[in-house]
């Protein structure tokens, strides 16, 4: 009889604790994942702060405009380097490009001559 009591108050306080516990392992689950996300957060943070403190540098500055928006120094001499799928291979013949409209005289409006340039630009 005593055995059967036993086994009844402890089944019961199993079934009484067991979703207390359920709770209290969850709960521990999500507060270590939201540590390492706060961590992951803070190091970002501080990587932010880094790049900020960085562009209060003079010299950091410059070296960002003449990486991403080309800029020189005065007395700097710029150099451009083409892509060797995008140079011709046969020389252009020496001498003035005439345009088709050329041929009917000098009664051209100049915005017309300035078109017909690009257009022969952008097609050689």
Same mark, same amino acid.
């Given at each position: 009889?005593? %055995? ?6 402890? *089944?019961? %306080?199993?079934?009484?604790l *067991? ?9 521990? %689950?999500?507060?270590? #994942? ?5 961590? @992951?957060? +803070? @190091?970002?943070?501080?990587?932010? @702060? ?7 540098? /003079? ?6 405009a003449? =990486? /991403?928006?080309?800029?020189v120094?005065?007395?700097?001499? !710029?150099?451009r ?7 011709? #291979? @046969? #020389?252009?013949? !020496?001498?003035?490009?005439? =345009?088709?409209?050329?041929? +009917?005289? #000098?009664?051209? !409006?100049?915005? =017309?001559?300035?078109w017909?340039?690009? /257009?022969? %630009?952008?097609?050689?």
């Amino acid at each position: 009889m005593r %055995a059967l009591v036993l086994s009844v108050v402890v *089944l019961l %306080a199993v079934v009484l604790l *067991l979703p207390t516990v359920r709770a209290v392992v969850a709960q521990q %689950a999500e507060l270590s #994942e939201l540590r390492q996300e706060l961590a @992951e957060q +803070q @190091e970002e943070k501080a990587d932010l @702060e880094n790049e900020l403190a960085r562009w209060d540098d /003079r010299s950091y500055v410059i070296e960002q405009a003449r =990486t /991403r928006l080309r800029f020189v120094m005065p007395g700097d001499t !710029p150099w451009r380097t083409l892509d060797g799928e995008s140079v011709q #291979e @046969e #020389e252009p013949e !020496p001498g003035p490009v005439q =345009t088709p409209r050329e041929d +009917q005289g #000098e009664n051209i !409006p100049w915005y =017309t001559k300035l078109w017909d340039s690009l /257009r022969i %630009a952008d097609s050689e």
